[in-house]
């Protein structure tokens, strides 16, 4: 009897032996896990989780499921129409069932398996939602608007600085061509000192949120509406609410076109301008414009009509010597056509977010900052958020970079934040 057999029963020894056969058997691996044949080793891809991915969020991730370093692996909705649908959208793409579904985002956060997350709820969400992801470890994707007011903002630039972690706002226009080379004209002096910077809102309004008809509530599988609510104020359930893009904010301030639109243009101009702080003085609109004021004169001005037809979510900058203005055609139009000189710009209609998300899982590798940064993003909703309670209060608003509040102004500064439902803080 072997010394092995000794110190093993016969049955164990066995299974022991068995056991290293296989072990030393030849091993066939697949060319993908390697990543031949144009794929990505899985070692080297980017593992996803989506959030609240709605009509927008479904788009988002299919920009994300085109790029091959990228592995999406978890779904959370208060829907259980949306879990069921992006889990089998997932499904088609890769040939199986294992994308998971969650109905609580702090499940899907606490997989240690998952490196970045996309957020596409709705705006009420979007800071909550990042904050958390933040602090979980995972760098984030997400959409706009990214804050619910002045607070969330510099709370949201704040976090990410203090974690470290990678964050984009869906401000995808920063990573299309055109609008790109329109804003290097005005940062690198190409159109004179700068003077005025123009954005399109889509709609000057300021509206308050608020109840519509109560019906019966789905159950809870179905439909999370307190989930849904999060850190809103409560108001009873209405299927109308649960589709609508810009359904905001507890008892505050909805943002309308300055916040939705303006989130896109707001941020080009403020590229523009240098991703300075934003202005420091906000009037009630005149004559269709809302003027408003950087701290070295140049006008950040809204206004609806004017423009050039280029398309959707039209910038015009404007130097002493020179002016571009640009829209969603892909399209610019510039003062002289020494602008162009020795430049070909490409020309991408629409608003396409594939670029975007590039940037972002580039910079999630490399460790970067991406173009549409939490600093970036906290400058710009300043300014919509400032500019929208300049357009509330119908009246003119000066605003402090420096201790973040309105000079001498009670009522505009009560509108810097809200309360949050409990048990939700950031």
């Known amino acids: 009897m072997s010394t092995v057999e000794k110190v093993l029963p016969r049955r164990q020894f066995l299974k022991v032996t068995a056991a290293a056969a296989v072990v030393m058997a030849p091993t066939i691996i697949p060319s993908s896990a390697l990543g031949r044949d144009g794929t990505v080793a899985p070692s080297e891809r980017i593992v996803i989780g989506g959030i609240g991915l709605g009509n927008r969020g479904t788009y988002d991730l299919g920009c ?12 959370c909705d208060v829907k259980e129409t949306r879990r069921i649908a992006i889990k089998k959208l997932v499904g088609e793409k890769y040939g199986t069932d294992q994308c998971a579904t ?18 596409a709820t709705g705006p009420n969400w979007h800071a909550t939602v990042a904050m958390a992801a933040a602090r979980a470890g995972k ?13 969330q903002s510099l709370i949201l630039a704040e976090t990410m600085r203090r974690t470290g972690r990678v964050f984009q706002a869906g401000t995808q226009r920063r990573n299309l061509p055109h609008f790109s080379f329109a804003c290097e004209l005005a940062r690198s002096g190409k159109l004179g000192k700068l003077t005025k910077v123009y954005a399109h809102p889509a709609g000057m309004q300021s509206m308050m949120s608020g109840w519509l008809i109560p019906e019966v509530e789905p159950a809870k599988d179905l439909v999370d509406w307190d989930m849904y609510l999060g850190p809103a104020a409560w108001r ?17 301030l909805v943002g309308g076109g300055v916040l939705e639109w303006g989130s896109h243009c707001v941020d080009l101009c403020q590229w523009a301008v240098g991703d300075c702080p934003p202005p420091v003085e906000y009037n009630a609109p005149t004559n269709g ?6 701290e070295n004169g140049t006008e950040l001005i809204f206004r609806e009509t004017g423009w050039i037809p280029l398309g959707s979510c039209p910038v015009r900058f404007e130097g ?5 203005e640009a829209g969603d055609s892909g399209k610019i139009v510039l003062s002289s056509p020494q602008l162009l000189t020795g430049r070909t710009v490409e020309a991408i209609d629409g608003y396409p977010a594939t670029y975007h998300v590039r940037d972002f899982l580039d910079s999630v590798k490399t460790r970067s900052q991406p173009k ?6 906290c400058n710009a909703h300043i300014a919509c958020h400032a500019a ?12 402090d970079n420096t201790t973040h509040e309105f000079i001498d102004d009670e009522q505009a500064n009560r509108l810097r934040s809200e309360a949050l439902r409990e048990p939700w803080r950031l």
Do not use: S
Request: with cysteine.
């Open 372 to 377: 549409g940064n939490a600093d970036a993003a």
């Open 102 to 119: 969650y109905r609580d985002f702090r499940e899907l956060l606490d997989r240690n398996d998952i490196d970045a997350v996309l957020i």
């Open 139 to 151: 760098d984030m994707y997400c959409e706009k608007p990214v804050t619910k007011n002045i607070a």
């Open 64 to 75: 994300f499921l085109e790029q091959k370093d990228v592995q999406f692996v978890a779904v």
């Open 388 to 399: 929208n309670i300049a357009l509330h209060l119908g009246r003119t608003v000066k605003y």
């Open 320 to 324: 002493e010597t020179g002016w571009v």
């Open 236 to 252: 009873p359930f209405n299927a109308k609410m649960l589709d609508g893009f810009n359904f905001e904010k507890g008892g505050g």
């Open 289 to 294: 414009e809302l003027v408003a004021r950087y």
